[in-house]
């Protein structure tokens, strides 16, 4: 079992930042990939972005050069610096992790933070 607990949500003005935080109860080590999904409201959750093994990286187009995921190991911890917000960034976001067992990948998720971009 892996639980995720997020943070840093909150209402920004377009232009404005944001970080977000995943805290996971178990080394990031032992887990394949961490990521960060959206679901606006009367939408399908969408992946934003993902850090695997090895710190690779992937993000959705809409967020490319704006968001930047990260982790600290030391922490357990994922990050997602969002700059230049904008209105349609405004979703719940929510933390993925996929953790290999034997009998297979396992996903787990974290209850969101919501994000509101207005002014």
């Known amino acids: 079992q892996v639980q995720l607990v997020e943070s840093g949500g909150g209402l920004v003005q377009p232009g404005g930042s944001l970080r977000l935080s995943c805290a996971a109860s178990?080394?990031?080590?032992?887990?394949?990939?961490m990521g960060w999904y959206r679901q606006a409201p009367g939408k399908q959750r969408e992946l934003v972005a993902v850090?695997?093994?090895?710190?690779?990286?992937r993000y959705a187009d809409s967020v490319k050069g704006r968001f930047t995921i990260s982790s600290d190991n030391a922490k357990n911890t994922v990050y997602l610096q969002m700059n230049s917000l904008k209105p349609e960034d405004t979703a719940v976001y929510y933390c993925?992790?996929?953790?290999?067992?034997?009998?297979?990948?396992?996903?787990?998720w974290g209850q969101g933070t919501q994000v509101t971009v207005s002014s």
């Open positions: 993925k992790a996929e953790k290999d067992y034997p009998t297979g990948r396992y996903d787990y």
């Open positions: 850090i695997s093994s090895g710190s690779v990286t």
């Open positions: 178990t080394s990031i080590f032992s887990i394949y990939a």
